[in-house]
């Protein structure tokens, strides 16, 4: 069968719509067409103001609409108009015998249930606008696709004219349509069901929903996920981020490319300050702030020149011209900033294969969520604290007190620190990164690592920070041998008497934050 004789005219059209966006126009294209309108309420009201011809509902049910619009739609007549599969013969005589005509087009969209619960109206004012008689005409509509065209979206208003002078919508298109019905009533229901699960829940002390749903939209297929042999696809919420960044030159992002540009923005976007995060594998190969992003740049990638080749980079400010300018001149993945000032994306978009994004808003999502075998786990996520990330609320552990100056170095690597995977060990110097021990399994390791890369010279006179208290004293005596100036961790351990007085035998400051800051 050809996609042309799959073509159902439209002749009979039900109307029904909350946002009454471009109706008249609909209105007037059908009547014009020869499609014979019924519509409820105030849709009939505002065609036939328009000067079309409609049927009320109330004529066709011989029933009132009742119940302060509860009950308009909810009628066989109606129904049966909507549902009866026009294929069979046996529907058509039981059409015929009830005297009830068919649907072929059912335009319908749904009371504003979640700008209602926004809006912070009561419970009984979100309540009235769950929309009932909509979603069955919806539902029954897409059900019946192979004799219903079914529109939900005032955007799909132009493809209905389109058809209905081209003599319908064809097979394809119906189930297209009905796809898109049946998603509009999905996540119509999540945002119902999400709101009861938390307005009305069962009184426990848990701040997370009792149900949890959530609808994404499939932005495209990318090439490859993780692995060249894993199918992967990127979804957006619709909230904006870095899901819905503009990209501005280069190739396809890839699926590391997203996650690596994650973890970049995290990072950049703990510093108030100008700030530039190099990352590599999710780790930071350079975290900087500097007077201007040109100079937080070259201190971040002078880290470690050697893994910045191929990083991706974020910035918490727009690209200047002449932090581009550096830029383009070294291997790199990924740009992503809130915006380009004159002139950079010019030296940018030089190199083919930079991929540029830009991504106006600054990281914003709430709770984590982990899928793990058979369900998934929420929290909070971690953000830096008023107190605990606060120099101001450190506990002098041991040492002299620094000066304000030192502190605020101190403070840096502190909040760099939050961006490298557990176990982190990350030193400072000038509001720079200068060696970063991530990743391993046991604290001292995460320093060797840190000084290490660090080399000599950079670890001497340094500021070390720890994401998690030293359970011995064994990781704090190779920074302390590293010459460190001071050392920032969260304190906790059943031994910190034995880590503080390592630190207090070499002379080297400590501060205690009472705060972690575990990453995976
Ligand atoms: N109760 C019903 O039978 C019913 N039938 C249609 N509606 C909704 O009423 C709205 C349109 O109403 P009106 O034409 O009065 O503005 C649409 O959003 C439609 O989804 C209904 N309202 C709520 O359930």
């Known amino acids: 069968m050809t996609a042309e004789s799959n073509k159902r005219p439209l002749r009979r059209a039900l109307v029904s719509v909350y946002d009454k966006t471009g109706l008249e126009e609909l209105a007037r294209g059908l009547h014009e067409a020869g499609v014979e309108l019924v519509s409820t309420g105030s849709t009939a009201s505002r065609i036939a103001a328009a000067g079309v011809p409609v049927t009320k509902v109330e004529e066709l049910t011989g029933f009132p609409e009742c119940l302060d619009g509860r009950v308009k739609t909810l009628h066989p007549k109606v129904h049966a108009g909507i549902l009866a599969d026009l294929r069979l013969e046996s529907h058509r005589e039981q059409l015929a015998e009830l005297g009830v005509e068919p649907f072929d087009l059912v335009v319908v969209n749904l009371y504003p249930f979640r700008e209602t619960v926004a809006s912070g109206a009561t419970p009984d004012e979100c309540v009235e606008q769950i929309d009932i008689g909509g979603p069955s005409m919806v539902r029954a509509a897409a059900k019946n696709h192979p004799s219903v065209a079914v529109v939900t979206s005032p955007g799909r208003y132009a493809d209905v004219l389109a058809a209905v002078r081209d003599g319908g919508f064809d097979l394809a298109a119906r189930k297209r349509l009905a796809a898109e019905a049946f998603r509009h009533t999905a996540e119509y229901d999540i945002a119902v069901s999400s709101w009861f699960a938390s307005a009305y829940a069962p009184a426990d002390d848990s701040q997370f929903p009792g149900f949890l749903a959530t609808s994404l939209e499939r932005a495209h297929t990318l090439r490859y996920g993780e692995n060249p042999h894993q199918p992967a696809a990127l979804y957006t919420s619709g909230e904006g981020g870095l899901a819905a960044a503009e990209q501005l030159h280069g190739k396809e992002m890839s699926y590391n ?25 999710a780790n930071p190969c350079g975290i900087a702030v500097g007077g201007d992003v040109a100079e937080a740049h070259r201190k971040a990638h002078a880290c470690d020149p ?118 982190a060990i990350l030193l400072a110097k000038d509001g720079a990164s200068v060696g970063v021990g991530m990743g391993q399994v046991n604290r001292v ?41 001071a050392i920032v961790q969260p304190g906790g351990s059943i031994r910190d008497e034995q880590v503080i007085e390592a630190a207090q035998k070499a002379g080297v400051t400590m501060y205690f934050t009472g705060t972690r800051h575990f990453f995976h």
Not at 257 to 275: S, V
Not at 446 to 475: H, I, M, N, Q
Request: charge should be negative.
């Open 445 to 485: 390791d995460s320093c060797k690592l840190a000084v290490e890369r660090a080399g000599e010279e950079r670890a001497r006179g340094s500021y070390a920070a720890s994401d998690a208290f030293f359970p011995f004293p064994d990781g704090p005596e190779i920074l302390i041998a590293a010459g460190v100036r």
């Open 257 to 281: 490319n997203y996650t690596d540009t994650d973890a970049a923005r995290r990072a950049a976007y703990d510093h108030d300050e100008p700030c530039v995060a190099i990352i590599k594998h």
């Open 306 to 423: 050697l893994s910045a080749f191929g990083g991706v980079i974020a910035v918490n400010r727009p690209v200047s011209k002449e932090m581009a300018e550096q830029v383009a001149e070294i291997f790199t993945e990924v740009v992503v900033a809130p915006d380009y000032e004159e002139g950079a994306l010019e030296a940018l978009t030089k190199k083919k294969n930079i991929r540029v994004l830009r991504c106006p808003d600054a990281p914003a999502h709430p709770v984590d969520v982990k899928p793990i075998d058979g369900g998934a786990l929420l929290q909070v996520t971690d953000r830096l604290q008023a107190e605990g990330d606060d120099p101001a609320h450190w506990t002098l552990a041991s040492g002299d007190a620094l000066s304000p100056a030192e502190l605020a170095e101190l403070a840096f690597a502190w909040k760099a620190c939050r961006a490298v995977k557990s176990n």
